[in-house]
């Protein structure tokens, strides 16, 4: 089973309410593994603090010309939709992270001069905190895409096991691939506009994507009216509230998880059985 | 000798534009004869990779000479083999630009700017929401 955790704005929670559900979850019995899917700033380990047992680099694939049987015809350059590989007067140039592997290159080439080396993009670690696998994704600093990454994330969720996804923020392409493959989602927000201006557009994506979800508010206050008359008007399933308590800001400051407190195991008790119930 | 101003509109009497790699137009003037020709940038219809577009192009029309504003490290990186002179221009017509540049005023840009320097001055996608 497999639930993606998203916000639409960024420092709403996706994380807190990741790591403190794969932990609940993990407490009652369940066989979770939490993934962190934020590989451009991966930060689940922080309050997970899993030991660390395995890993792997990934890799992605861009040519590399053979100047002695490049004749210069420039055709590798004219087919390429990304304008990685230029083939200029003389010589070719590759602009190595303009490049999406697609292979094109390679195949147009008439003297057979291209072919394709692995170029290191980031890695993955995996490592586990008593019973809750944790898996994680980090893009080497620099790096433009974080598609791959995400690509060789996914070959880690385990069928028998719940899956937490913890997605990175906004609505992009990296989101998408995240949660695509996801039974549940749960939506992230805070009692402010700008929260609900972002929670419209994440409801939307996961909506076309015929996701079931449900919402979380964060940070919950006097203003939560704001979130609940949305969810009202569109149907959406408020599935739990944390209120706003400085005292977690506080500990969230200092890497800590939230578990253990009776008022947020209560939260996360009503949050886990809104979730088996929809799923 | 030909000259490749980087252009927001067709004519001499557009303003240059600073953004060498997603300029509307480049135009090519022509010392000996006095004649020029605009023709569009096809760096401006790339979502990346732009400076690299507009660059192979600029190279391909032959040019001695090019003035602009800015351009980034994609396209200085093919512009650095070629043997064209770059300058930077100032924010006024292409043909005030030509006697500027005629007149030994103008300087000579010899480094990149950071990427995306014209959109949002390289700030544009930094940060979370």
Do not use: W
């Not at chain 1, 490049?99 to 670690?125: M, N, W």
């Not at chain 2, 219809?45 to 400076?51: D, K, L, Q, T």
């Amino acid at each position: 089973m497999n639930i993606s955790v998203l916000s639409g704005k960024g420092g709403t929670g996706k994380t807190t309410i990741s790591t403190n559900l794969a932990i609940a979850l993990s407490n009652q019995g369940y066989k979770t593994q939490y993934l962190d899917f934020d590989v451009e700033e991966p930060n689940g380990f922080i309050f997970l603090k899993p030991f660390v047992i395995s890993g792997e680099k990934v890799y992605v694939q861009v040519p590399q010309v053979n100047e002695e049987l490049c004749n210069n015809c420039g055709l590798c350059g004219e087919s390429c939709n990304f304008n990685a590989i230029v083939a200029l007067k003389d010589k070719v140039t590759i602009f190595e992270k303009l490049c999406h592997s697609c292979g094109v290159c390679t195949l147009v080439c008439p003297q057979k001069a291209i072919s394709e080396k692995d170029r290191e993009v980031g890695f993955i670690e995996k490592g586990s905190r008593v019973e809750l696998s944790a898996i994680r994704g980090v893009l080497n600093i620099g790096e433009p895409m974080g598609i791959p990454i995400l690509r060789k994330l996914k070959e880690y969720l385990k069928e028998e096991y719940i899956n937490i996804i913890d997605s990175p923020p906004g609505s992009s392409c990296s989101v998408i691939n995240s949660v695509e493959d996801s039974d549940y989602a749960i939506l992230v927000t805070e009692p402010t506009s700008f929260g609900l201006h972002d929670l419209d557009i994440a409801a939307n994506v996961v909506s076309k994507m015929n996701i079931n979800f449900g919402v979380v508010i964060n940070k919950s206050n006097e203003n939560d009216s704001i979130i609940e008359e949305y969810c009202r008007n569109k149907n959406i399933d408020i599935i739990g509230k944390i209120t706003f308590d400085r005292r977690i800001a506080q500990e969230y400051s200092k890497g800590k998880l939230l578990i253990g407190n009776d008022e947020i195991d209560r939260v996360f008790d009503t949050i886990t059985s809104k979730i088996m119930e929809e799923v | 000798m030909k000259v490749c101003f980087s252009s927001s509109g067709k004519d001499l009497e557009s303003v240059l534009d600073s953004h060498f790699g997603r300029c509307q137009y480049f135009i090519v003037y022509d010392t000996e004869n006095d004649e020029y020709k605009t023709i569009d940038n096809e760096g401006q219809h790339s979502e990346h990779g732009a400076g690299i577009a507009a660059a192979q192009q600029v190279i391909k029309l032959d040019v001695d000479v090019i003035i602009t504003g800015n351009l980034g490290p994609n396209s200085m990186e093919l512009l650095k083999d070629s043997s064209a002179e770059i300058y930077r221009g100032s924010n006024t017509t292409i043909s005030s630009n030509l006697e500027s540049y005629k007149s030994k005023s103008l300087d000579k840009i010899t480094e990149p700017r950071k990427p995306h320097f014209g959109l949002g001055n390289g700030n544009k996608h930094r940060g979370r929401s």
